[in-house]
């Protein structure tokens, strides 16, 4: 199983980025997908989730400003985010739910749960 992300870079503030995932190994369409985020010096926040069955779900820091998606043809997942502010800045981390159409949200990631890609660094500034 491999998680491969991309699409982080530097950006002003009000800028856009789109992040992706890439998926292999596995079943794609079958498990659940997230995005976590890690800035300096603070704890690991789950930024958005997508279900199996493509429900999306934000965390308040991003509702409104982020798109979630995903193309089980291409086993990519997809973070569109807008209006892009300061405290966004961060290592931004993809990470598979282990289990099958099922999934928890809001989640508290650990480094521990889950299959977890390298990540991609998003700085706003």
């Known amino acids: 199983v491999q998680l491969v992300e991309s699409g982080g870079g530097l950006v002003q503030p009000g800028g856009s980025l789109r992040l992706s995932c890439t998926g292999s190994?596995?079943?794609?369409?079958?498990?659940?997908m997230y995005w976590v985020r890690q800035a300096p010096g603070k704890e690991l926040e789950s930024v958005s989730c997508i279900s199996s069955g493509h429900t999306p779900y934000y965390a308040e820091s991003v509702k409104g400003r982020s798109t979630i998606s995903r193309d089980n043809g291409k086993n990519t997942m997809y973070l569109q985010m807008n209006g892009l502010k300061p405290e966004d800045s961060g290592v931004y981390y993809c990470?598979?739910?282990?289990?099958?159409?099922?999934?928890?949200?809001?989640?508290?990631?650990?480094?521990?749960?889950?299959?977890w890609g390298q990540g991609t660094q998003v700085t706003v500034s």
């Open positions: 190994g596995y079943d794609f369409k079958a498990h659940w």
């Open positions: 990470v598979r739910d282990p289990r099958t159409y099922v999934g928890t949200w809001p989640l508290s990631a650990t480094p521990s749960w889950g299959t």
